[in-house]
């Protein structure tokens, strides 16, 4: 089956350093890509969308200049936090679109926690 | 950002007790995809709903595209203690866009 292989799933860096998350398609090619934050007992939110050769589509209020995404290729995106500060503590999820048919599912990655102290 | 309204918000139960839990919007959804979320992992998806009426099993799940077009419901039969974790449904609006809107979650518990 589909497989979102996600990288790191734990990091902790110190706040002002920039981190990067790697979501890859281990099996099939994702033309399309997102981006989530879930904050504790909360549900996903929709940050962005990752379209491959072109630009992110940020949702509103999400800052496209501290959370840089690159999808430079069919299996790869990346999602780099820039200059993390406390408050950018979150649990941060990937997901791909395949296309199966006339339908579409979207697999998950497993989700990256990252701790900015 | 947009989330769906989902009940109950958590839920104890027996083992073996079924399961019940509902998605709304204010506004009508042409997809609806229903995850489970184990602690520290990403959701994986349990089932996917494509047609208004729409009533779709997966095992013990069973899960339907409301006819309104603004509401799922998930149920799940005989419920097991690894059946715990939050359960969300997601829904997909605009034909146009391949973003999908998450609902609140449901964190449910088995009680053995």
């Known amino acids: 089956g589909a497989v979102v292989s996600q990288h790191p799933s734990r990091v902790i860096c110190k706040s002002g350093t920039s981190v990067k998350i790697e979501c890859r398609s281990l099996d099939f090619q994702a033309t399309t890509m997102f981006w989530y934050r879930q904050f504790p007992k909360q549900s996903l939110m929709l940050m962005a969308t990752s379209n491959e050769g072109s630009k992110a589509t940020y949702e509103q209020g999400v800052e496209k200049d501290k959370f840089l995404i690159n999808h430079a290729s069919l299996t790869l995106s990346t999602l780099t936090v820039t200059s993390a500060h406390p408050e950018d503590s979150s649990f941060y999820i990937c997901?791909?679109?395949?296309?199966?048919?006339?339908?579409?599912?979207?697999?998950f990655g497993s989700g990256t926690r990252l701790t900015v102290v | 950002g947009q989330q769906l309204n989902q009940s109950p918000q958590s839920m104890f139960i027996q083992e073996g007790e079924d399961v019940s839990m509902n998605c709304t919007s204010s506004s009508i959804f042409n997809t609806w995809l229903w995850y489970k979320q184990d602690p520290g992992e990403g959701p994986v998806l349990l089932i996917a709903?494509?047609?208004?009426?729409e009533l779709t099993s997966n095992g013990r799940l069973t899960a339907q595209f409301g006819i309104t077009r603004k509401d799922s419901f998930l149920n799940i039969s005989a419920s097991i203690p690894s059946d715990v974790g939050i359960y969300f449904c997601a829904g997909r609006a605009d034909s146009g866009t391949y973003k999908y809107i998450f609902g609140t979650g449901t964190r449910l518990k088995v009680l053995a």
């Open positions: 709903l494509y047609k208004a009426g």
């Open positions: 997901s791909a679109r395949l296309l199966t048919g006339i339908n579409y599912g979207y697999t």
